[in-house]
C-alpha cells in the first residue's frame, strides 16, 4: 500500500510539471494567434484578453487539469517514476525554457539593433536561412550547455561515490560515505554505508576470532606441555634401575597425578570449546537450586579446612526452581567454589547468600581475597586469565570464562564486584513457580 501512494505522489507530480508547460504553452500560442489576427486587421473582441474569465487561460487551466489526470490513470500508473527521473524531466524542461529565452533575447536584441532586420529577412532568402539556423544553433547550444551543466551534479555526485568506493576497497571497510540530497543516489550511498560497516564488524569480528584462535593454541599448548613433560620425565625415572620400589611407587603416583591434571585441563578445553559453539543447545529441567548448591558446597567444604576457611551458607529457601540443566549449574557452582578456595585469605569467611529480587534468583559468593585488584576484576571472566601471570597456578584459567558462558546459555548473568578486601560473584538467573 505504501508503495501505491509513493507512486501516485511522483506521478502526481510529474503530472502538474507537464500540465505546468502544456498550460504555458495553450497561452503563449493563443497569444501568438490573436496577435497575428490583431496585425492582419482581422476584428476581434480585445476584451477577450483581460480579466480572470479570460479564455485563453480558462483554457489553461482545463489542459492543465486534463494533463494531471490522464498521467495518474493506471496505464501511466505503471511508470515507475523516481526522484531521479523526475530531477532528469525538470533539467530537461528547465533546458528548454532557458534554450527559449535566450533565443527570443538573442531575436529582441537584433530586432533592436536592426530596426529593419525584419525586412531584409522577408526579402533575403539566403540570409533568412543563415538567420535560422544561426537562432538554432543558439537554441541548441544553450539548451545542451544548460543540460549539462544540470546534470553534471548528479554525474559529479556519482564520480564522488566512485571515488568513495575505490578507497573503501583499497582502505578496508568502515569507512563512510557522506550523504547528499535524499533522491536515489543518496539511498544507495547509504546502503554503501551500511554495507561498510557490518563487512567492517565482520572482517573485525573475523581477525578477533583468529587471534583468539591463536591465543587459545598457546594458550593450552603452555598448559598441556608442564604435565606432559613432568610425566615424561618421571617415567624416563622409572626406567632406571638404581631407584628403589619406594621411589618407583612415589614417581608412579606422581605421574599418575599428572595425568589426571592432563586430562582436566583436555576436559575443561572440549568444555570451553562446545560452550563457546553458537550451536550448542543445553538441556533445561525444572531443577530445584537450593537442593544443587548445598550438594556443591557439602562436596568441597573439606577443601577450605587446610586454610582454615569458614564457610556460611545463607538460603532461607529449601525450594528455589529454574529452567536449568542440573550437571551444567552444578559446574559453575564448582568452578566458583574452586576459585574461593584457591584465592580466599587463609583464616577468612566465604559466604554464599541466595536471595529472590522480581522473580529473578540471585546467588552471590563472597570471600576474602586482598591479591584481586581492579585490573584483574577486569579481565577476571576472560580464557586463561590467571592472578599469576607466570602461569605457574594449577588452574587452566578457564573456570570462570565457563562459569559465566552456562549462565548466559540460560539466560542469565553473572558479575564481579570488589567490596573493600573482599570479592564477590553475583549469578541472576530466572525464577519460576
Known sequence: MIKL?????????FGVIIGFVLAQMVLAEGYAILAAKQQSGEIFDVNLLAGVNNPLKMLALVVFIITIIILNTKIFGKINLNKIGLYLILVVLVSIIVAIQVTFMFCRIIFLLYPNFEYKISNNYFFSINIFYIVAFIGIATFLITFTLLVNIKVNYIKYLTKEVKIIKNEGFGKVIKVKGGDELAELCGSINDMSLELGEKIANEKNI?????????????????????????????????????????????????????????????EYTKLASNELILKKDRINISVVLSQAL?????NFSDKNIDVVLDNPY??????????????????LIKNAEKYSDIN??????????????????????????????????????????SRS????????????????????????????EDIKFNIYLESIE
Open 5 to 13: 501512494i509513493k507512486v501516485k505522489k511522483y506521478n502526481l507530480i
Open 210 to 270: 583468529e587471534n583468539n584462535k591463536n591465543e587459545l593454541i598457546t594458550n593450552i599448548s603452555h598448559d598441556l606441555k608442564t604435565p606432559l613433560t613432568s610425566i615424561i620425565g618421571y617415567l624416563e625415572l622409572l626406567n632406571s634401575t638404581e631407584i628403589s620400589e619406594r621411589k618407583k611407587d612415589e614417581y608412579i603416583q606422581i605421574a599418575y597425578n599428572k595425568s589426571l591434571r592432563l586430562k582436566e585441563l583436555v576436559n575443561e578445553l572440549f
Open 298 to 302: 557439602g562436596e568441597s567444604i573439606i
Open 318 to 335: 529449601d525450594e528455589l526452581f529454574c529452567n536449568v540443566d542440573s550437571a551444567q549449574i552444578l559446574r559453575v557452582f564448582e568452578n
Open 348 to 389: 577468612s569467611v566465604f559466604k554464599v547468600v541466595v536471595r529472590l529480587e522480581k522473580e529473578q534468583i540471585v546467588i552471590s559468593f563472597r570471600n576474602k581475597c586482598t591479591e584481586i585488584n581492579e585490573e584483574d576484576l577486569e579481565n577476571i571472566f576472560e580464557k586463561f586469565y590467571r592472578k599469576n601471570k
Open 393 to 420: 597456578n594449577e588452574g587452566s584459567g578457564l573456570g570462570l570464562p565457563i562459569a559465566k558462558r552456562i549462565i548466559e546459555l540460560y539466560g542469565g548473568n553473572i558479575l564481579a564486584e570488589k567490596i573493600n
